[in-house]
């Protein structure tokens, strides 16, 4: 059994096979393929917004935390009497 099942999976359609697939979708497809395809555009049109829009969102949220942790870390060295002019040195 397991011989069948690496035969399945070793199987990739080849020219023939794929010209076939290629005809028969047509036939079946053919009148709606245009409305098919534009709107698999407008899918991948919508996905790229999102990403994008994931992307800027990230970007925002990474700049916040800087700017908090820079506030912080100027804060402790406020209450801790430190310039930044010092350098950790005390004369």
Request: overall charge negative; hydrophobic content about 40%.
């Amino acid at each position: 059994m397991i011989e069948h099942i690496q035969y399945i999976f070793a199987w990739t359609p080849g020219w023939p096979e794929l010209l076939v697939i290629l005809v028969v979708a047509l036939l079946i497809f053919g009148r709606r393929l245009p409305e098919i395809a534009r709107n698999i555009g407008k899918s991948l049109t919508e996905f790229k917004k999102g990403v994008h829009e994931a992307e800027e969102t990230k970007d925002k949220l990474v700049d916040e935390a800087r700017k908090v942790k820079d506030d912080v870390v100027q804060d402790v060295k406020d209450a801790a009497g430190l310039d930044e002019d010092d350098n950790g040195r005390h004369d």
